[in-house]
């Protein structure tokens, strides 16, 4: 039997931001149990909630202070099973964030291991002595400064590869993989139905930890060719398997910063029993120039559909996709590849028409299903996100502009995501009856679900009838995938192919008409038109066709039946 996150959709919360039930501003479980109607009429099948475990908040819960307990912002593990017990009866599923790259510094595994160097947990966390006056090597932490901080009680530094707060664990120690094993078959016990696994293949780092090349101007290098998929990393998911999730029916999605096609063969391979799919990066990566994420550059559509496709034909025979354009740290996938103007509705539909109709399992991030757009915060203040006030402060530090930063920040912080899910057109959105934790963004009055809802031509609508079609058509499931039209620069076009069915999907990625012509062997005379955003256009089924700007049509064939 083919296991059921083949043919599932995943839609994932950020629960800080979701849906407030005391009005104390943040978002919390019962608020998510609130809304459980709206998902299951949305027709998703797996929740994945970001991470609701008790934390400091340095990064919103990426740093976790205990595994075991829920945040008290959120509620409580009653509250918590309530939530789970309730997805189930839904007949839904939920899967948990799992953060075990690094905990918080606060977490008693950290705490012991600072007080002395033959603390029981001492290496439970990765401990080195300086070299001089200098930090142990030069890696730059991703959110910016060293990845070293010095620690003045036993005088050696811990690593830390995103904030300070986040010291990194020690995977070489078998006391802590215990540990967390047994922390992921306590919540397995408890009925979930799987993990999102945070920066999954940064968990061995090479061993002597060295230095990294230095490029022109960089105080810090990144070191990252020495912790992502490193030497230890496939012995470490197969042994995770081994000792926490054999025996549990469960679905695992690894976030890979960095991840290449073939490593990604090998995670996915279902006979090595590593993971059950990656989040890759390529994708994420096309619109920025060589300094990073901040550096803005247009993306290419060519570069698009390189990559995606490399990455269809790689994991076709082996392995899984997943399928995404938007998460909590990423930008709003409409205001990045389509148009948050006039054409939003139009460019939003066509984005998802892209993405859902891949081979993969595709994930709808909250929002994303009504065209929710990135935020024009106009100060400092507003932002919320460690990452986007550190990098503020180093651009600031460097000479930057105000305007120039600003461009940056408004088209990649994390904090476009993170605005309240705009529920309807009253006060904050109808989010909370409180102050937010952070602004609503004032496209509210336009943007909401309920006006998505009462209108039949909203991207809600279109999401549903999307994720519809991939319970009734097992081509969007297992079709072959080839992309045609490669050379178009324009339009993203591509086939699925199952025995005797096929779907043809096109997607004019701009605002601008255009003509296409089929290539042979790829004919429209005999195919309907399942679903498509251009209903204004008239839709004639030749093998030469005019779309209309933003235009996404998915055609659908089977051998020996004709359309009329
Ligand atoms: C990836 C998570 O998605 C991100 O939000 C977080 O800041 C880092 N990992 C560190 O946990």
Redesign the pocket.
């Given at each position: 039997m083919e296991p059921w996150w083949k043919n599932s959709v995943v839609y994932q919360i950020y629960p800080r931001s979701f849906m407030d039930s005391n009005n104390d501003g943040i978002g919390d479980l019962q608020g998510v149990k609130s809304k459980l109607n709206y998902l299951k009429q949305l027709g998703i099948d797996v929740i994945w909630l970001s991470p609701v475990y008790d934390s400091p908040n340095d990064?919103?819960g990426?740093d976790i202070r205990d595994y075991q307990q829920i945040m008290d912002e959120f509620g409580t593990m009653d509250d918590w099973d309530q939530l789970l017990k309730e997805v189930h009866d839904m007949g839904m599923k939920l899967i948990m964030d799992l953060?075990v790259?690094?905990s918080s510094d606060e977490h008693v595994w950290f705490t012991q291991s600072k007080q002395s160097k033959d603390n029981h947990y001492r290496d439970y966390y990765i401990w080195r002595d300086g070299k001089g006056l200098k930090e142990p090597n030069n890696w730059r932490s991703n959110f910016g400064g060293s990845a070293w901080k010095l620690d003045e009680q036993t005088d050696q530094y811990y690593l830390h590869l995103?904030s300070e707060k986040?010291p990194d664990l020690n995977w070489e120690n078998r006391n802590l993989r215990h540990d967390i094993y047994q922390m992921m078959r306590w919540w397995l016990n408890k009925g979930i139905d799987g993990f999102r696994m945070?920066?999954i293949n940064f968990i061995s780092k090479v061993d002597d930890l060295p230095d990294d090349e230095l490029k022109p101007g960089q105080t810090y290098a990144s070191g990252s060719k020495y912790y992502r998929n490193g030497p230890k990393i496939h012995e470490f998911l197969q042994e995770m398997n081994k000792e926490a999730l054999a025996g549990f029916d469960v679905m695992t999605v690894g976030?890979m910063p960095g991840v290449q096609p073939e490593q990604a063969q090998l995670y996915t391979d279902p006979s090595r029993t590593e993971l059950n799919m990656v989040f890759q990066f390529e994708h994420m990566g096309l619109d920025q120039g060589p300094n990073g994420k901040w550096e803005l550059s247009p993306l290419k559509l060519r570069d698009l559909k390189r990559s995606l496709s490399k990455w269809q034909y790689a994991l076709e025979e082996k392995g899984w996709n997943s399928l995404y354009f938007n998460?909590?740290?990423q930008p709003r996938s409409v205001s990045r590849f389509g148009d948050d103007g006039v054409c939003r509705i139009k460019s939003a539909k066509m984005l998802a028409t892209l993405l859902h109709m891949m081979k993969g399992t595709p994930y709808v991030y909250q929002g994303e299903e009504i065209g929710m757009t990135n935020v024009p915060f106009t100060s400092i203040n507003q932002y919320r996100d460690i990452?986007t006030l550190n990098i503020y402060k180093e651009l600031r530090a460097d000479g930057k502009s105000e305007e120039d930063i600003f461009k940056s920040l408004h088209a990649k912080s994390?904090d476009n995501a993170r605005t309240p899910m705009q529920w309807s057109d009253q006060e904050q959105a109808g989010f909370t009856n409180g102050v937010p934790w952070i602004d609503v963004n004032p496209n509210y009055k336009e943007i909401n679900v309920q006006k998505a809802i009462a209108d039949p031509h909203s991207i809600y609508h279109y999401y549903r009838k999307l994720i519809e079609l991939r319970k009734s058509y097992d081509v969007i499931v297992n079709g072959t995938y080839e992309l045609i039209l490669e050379d178009d620069p324009n339009v993203f076009a591509y086939t699925r192919t199952l025995e005797d069915e096929q779907l043809i999907v096109l997607c004019n990625f701009y605002g601008k008409k255009t003509s296409v012509s089929l290539p042979e062997g790829v004919q429209l005379s005999e195919a309907t038109l399942l679903v498509g955003n251009d209903e204004e256009n008239e839709i004639g089924l030749e093998n030469e066709l005019v779309l209309s700007p933003y235009a996404a049509r998915v055609y659908y064939k089977k051998e020996g039946v004709t359309n009329e």
């Amino acid at each position: 039997m083919e296991p059921w996150w083949k043919n599932s959709v995943v839609y994932q919360i950020y629960p800080r931001s979701f849906m407030d039930s005391n009005n104390d501003g943040i978002g919390d479980l019962q608020g998510v149990k609130s809304k459980l109607n709206y998902l299951k009429q949305l027709g998703i099948d797996v929740i994945w909630l970001s991470p609701v475990y008790d934390s400091p908040n340095d990064d919103n819960g990426y740093d976790i202070r205990d595994y075991q307990q829920i945040m008290d912002e959120f509620g409580t593990m009653d509250d918590w099973d309530q939530l789970l017990k309730e997805v189930h009866d839904m007949g839904m599923k939920l899967i948990m964030d799992l953060v075990v790259n690094h905990s918080s510094d606060e977490h008693v595994w950290f705490t012991q291991s600072k007080q002395s160097k033959d603390n029981h947990y001492r290496d439970y966390y990765i401990w080195r002595d300086g070299k001089g006056l200098k930090e142990p090597n030069n890696w730059r932490s991703n959110f910016g400064g060293s990845a070293w901080k010095l620690d003045e009680q036993t005088d050696q530094y811990y690593l830390h590869l995103f904030s300070e707060k986040q010291p990194d664990l020690n995977w070489e120690n078998r006391n802590l993989r215990h540990d967390i094993y047994q922390m992921m078959r306590w919540w397995l016990n408890k009925g979930i139905d799987g993990f999102r696994m945070d920066v999954i293949n940064f968990i061995s780092k090479v061993d002597d930890l060295p230095d990294d090349e230095l490029k022109p101007g960089q105080t810090y290098a990144s070191g990252s060719k020495y912790y992502r998929n490193g030497p230890k990393i496939h012995e470490f998911l197969q042994e995770m398997n081994k000792e926490a999730l054999a025996g549990f029916d469960v679905m695992t999605v690894g976030e890979m910063p960095g991840v290449q096609p073939e490593q990604a063969q090998l995670y996915t391979d279902p006979s090595r029993t590593e993971l059950n799919m990656v989040f890759q990066f390529e994708h994420m990566g096309l619109d920025q120039g060589p300094n990073g994420k901040w550096e803005l550059s247009p993306l290419k559509l060519r570069d698009l559909k390189r990559s995606l496709s490399k990455w269809q034909y790689a994991l076709e025979e082996k392995g899984w996709n997943s399928l995404y354009f938007n998460n909590h740290d990423q930008p709003r996938s409409v205001s990045r590849f389509g148009d948050d103007g006039v054409c939003r509705i139009k460019s939003a539909k066509m984005l998802a028409t892209l993405l859902h109709m891949m081979k993969g399992t595709p994930y709808v991030y909250q929002g994303e299903e009504i065209g929710m757009t990135n935020v024009p915060f106009t100060s400092i203040n507003q932002y919320r996100d460690i990452e986007t006030l550190n990098i503020y402060k180093e651009l600031r530090a460097d000479g930057k502009s105000e305007e120039d930063i600003f461009k940056s920040l408004h088209a990649k912080s994390r904090d476009n995501a993170r605005t309240p899910m705009q529920w309807s057109d009253q006060e904050q959105a109808g989010f909370t009856n409180g102050v937010p934790w952070i602004d609503v963004n004032p496209n509210y009055k336009e943007i909401n679900v309920q006006k998505a809802i009462a209108d039949p031509h909203s991207i809600y609508h279109y999401y549903r009838k999307l994720i519809e079609l991939r319970k009734s058509y097992d081509v969007i499931v297992n079709g072959t995938y080839e992309l045609i039209l490669e050379d178009d620069p324009n339009v993203f076009a591509y086939t699925r192919t199952l025995e005797d069915e096929q779907l043809i999907v096109l997607c004019n990625f701009y605002g601008k008409k255009t003509s296409v012509s089929l290539p042979e062997g790829v004919q429209l005379s005999e195919a309907t038109l399942l679903v498509g955003n251009d209903e204004e256009n008239e839709i004639g089924l030749e093998n030469e066709l005019v779309l209309s700007p933003y235009a996404a049509r998915v055609y659908y064939k089977k051998e020996g039946v004709t359309n009329e």
